[in-house]
């Protein structure tokens, strides 16, 4: 299924407020498209990877990371850089005080943090569905929980699965919505965690919704399967079949009006 095919449909049936974006996991600098930005090197700022998928899905632009990323988080997720040991016991993390967490709790969140192998891949290539040139390994929609439930419908339809597993943190979202996207081959909903509020980039309302590639041409058909049974859809269909209800005094205005009430 081509991308624009892609876009066009999370566009009529998701409406959503912001790009879908194509993302890649790049094993080298010759899979980057011609013209994208390397914040460090073309824009003198160096940002964390959400802040990059915000640029992508709010300015439209095509953008990539590298090692280089501010955020130490997806540097490890996505396996660029090596993790020393003292950051693996957690006690560099205990010294410094982050996040007020014990060596023991960093130690955990590092061991229990989903991560691709040191040196996979070198780059994180993020474009808008409608610009990127490069076959992605993730479509993502940030939306909000009325849209996302639309489309998690249409993907668990076309999977055929009874629903999805969710496991919910207080932030590195990128690890679950990329990484764990592609090391399961299976869609993950991600509610917007610290990281990104704290820039901040989205909204209260919106959360992150990723699916695989693979699975992303069967998703598009079940969207527009569904949105022909008149359910699932966005805006959300509402029953609104009755009589309106009115304050006292509107029924013999009305029918004054009509002159339903002469010879009354």
């Given amino acids: 299924m081509e991308l624009k095919q892609i876009n066009d449909a999370f566009n009529q049936y998701l409406r959503p407020q912001t790009y879908p974006l194509a993302i890649r996991m790049c094993a080298s600098e010759s899979e980057l498209p011609e013209k994208v930005r390397l914040p460090l090197r073309d824009m003198g700022i160096n940002v964390?990877?959400?802040?990059?998928?915000?640029?992508?899905?709010?300015?439209?632009?095509?953008?990539?990371?590298?090692?280089?990323v501010s955020c130490y988080v997806p540097a490890i997720s996505l396996g660029f850089v090596q993790v020393p040991a003292d950051i693996a016991d957690g006690s560099f993390q205990a010294s410094i005080g982050?996040?007020?967490?014990?060596?023991?709790?960093?130690?955990?969140?590092?061991q229990n943090m989903n991560r691709f192998e040191y040196g996979k891949y070198k780059y994180a290539l993020i474009a808008p569905l409608d610009r990127a040139a490069f076959e992605p390994h993730i479509i993502i929609q940030y939306a909000s929980p009325a849209q996302i439930w639309v489309l998690l419908?249409?993907?668990?339809?076309?999977t055929g699965k009874s629903g999805l597993d969710v496991k919910l943190t207080t932030g590195a979202?990128?690890?679950?919505?990329?990484?764990?996207?592609?090391?399961?081959?299976?869609?993950q909903f991600a509610l917007v965690g610290t990281g990104?509020?704290?820039v901040p980039h989205p909204q209260d309302y919106?959360?992150?919704?990723s699916i695989p590639f693979s699975k992303i041409e069967r998703t598009v058909k079940a969207l527009e399967t569904n949105f022909r049974t008149g359910?699932?859809?966005?805006?959300?269909?509402?029953?609104?079949?009755?009589?309106?209800?009115?304050?006292?005094?509107y029924d013999k205005m009305r029918a004054h009006l009509l002159g339903e009430d002469k010879g009354k």
């Fill in 153 to 158: 419908s249409a993907y668990i339809n076309a």
């Fill in 206 to 209: 919106e959360c992150a919704f």
């Fill in 98 to 110: 982050l996040w007020g967490m014990t060596r023991e709790a960093a130690a955990a969140a590092i």
């Fill in 196 to 198: 990104e509020r704290l």
């Fill in 231 to 249: 359910v699932f859809r966005y805006p959300i269909p509402t029953f609104m079949r009755y009589s309106s209800q009115h304050p006292p005094g």
């Fill in 173 to 187: 979202g990128c690890t679950t919505y990329i990484t764990k996207a592609m090391l399961t081959d299976e869609a």
């Fill in 48 to 68: 964390s990877l959400c802040h990059a998928i915000a640029m992508a899905r709010r300015y439209g632009w095509v953008i990539a990371v590298d090692k280089s």
